[in-house]
């Protein structure tokens, strides 16, 4: 397998907290390059050590660095993704620069081959009995007559490629009615609350923390024919932002959220308020170690528990309030 090498540079006090969140992602390995570790071990080395060779010297003034490696396949597009949206969000919430610059950069492989070459691996998928993901690229040939949803995920999450987005789309599938009102948290390239539409939802507010996102699943409802009447678009963090809490407060029938475990803890108070009783919850986006803990969160928050679905280490789940 090839494997694409991603260097996130940040500063020693980003390290555990980047590392957490690529957890969260599902990436378990990483290797971390850190001045100031060097600087420690210059510092207190003993008189073993009669030779460092200049090369490692260079460590002592170097930019913080995690390495990860990621598949060449649509897992590692579908991550580098995520890495990037993760880093975007707490670049919006790091005022004062404590973690850094918080960018990714590719080695081995030029960016705009990576843009293109990742197409490849996104192809037609069932999810369900009703849905199809297509990009807008490809061709199908409809003999099971199912409700096509086209997507260009641009540099946005959400091919349906993932687990994570498929679980989601089967749980919606399941248990949203027709004329139901949506609400879809972290919305990425809108696939979630386009899908919704096309199976009968009657409306849709769609949220996500980055611009890019925000515009692509804009995009992504046109070109899915979702009146723009019927599908309202928001970018920022409700988490920090009260007017646009306020500006999408309602009374949803459903809410997805496909986001992390940390947020979608930090949120649950916000799934309370927007959720009708009687409203439908699907969080997703959890890595299996942390099932239980967003569980039990959002338990005690007030919700109860339905359908679970585990898939090759990701979770999503259903919740009624």
Partial sequence: MEWTEVNIFTTTEGIELICAKLMDIGIKGFAIKDAED????????????????????????????????????????????????????VRSADIDHVYGRLEAELSSIREEDWANNWKQYFKPLRIGDKLV???????????????????????????????????CLELLEKHLKSGDKLLDLGC???????????????????????????????????KNNIPTDKYTVYFGN??????????????????????????????????LRYLRKGGYLIVSGIIEERMEEVFSALENAGFTRGQVSVKDGWAAAGFTK
Avoid at 190 to 197: Q, V
Wanted: with cysteine; glycine share 8%; hydrophobic share 40%.
């Fill in 133 to 167: 993901i297509k990009p807008s690229w490809e061709e199908y040939q409809n003999s099971d007559n199912r409700i096509i949803l086209e997507i260009d995920p641009a540099s946005s999450f959400g091919t349906g490629q993932h687990h994570t987005t498929r679980l």
């Fill in 188 to 222: 990425g390239s809108g696939i979630l609350s386009i899908g919704a539409m096309l199976l009968g939802a009657e409306s849709a507010v769609a949220v996500d923390i980055e611009q890019n996102a925000a515009a692509t699943a804009a995009e992504n409802a046109v």
């Fill in 38 to 89: 060097f600087n420690e071990f210059l510092e207190n080395k003993n008189g073993q050590w009669d030779y460092i060779d200049q090369d490692l010297m260079g460590l002592a003034d170097c930019e913080t660095c995690i390495t990860v490696y990621l598949p060449d396949n649509e897992q590692g597009a579908d991550m580098l993704v995520s890495i990037r949206s993760m880093l975007n969000e």
């Fill in 238 to 271: 409700i988490l920090d932002d009260e007017a646009l809490a306020d500006k999408i407060d309602g009374d949803y029938d459903v809410i997805t959220a496909n986001i992390v475990a940390d947020v979608l803890i930090a949120m649950k108070g916000h799934f």
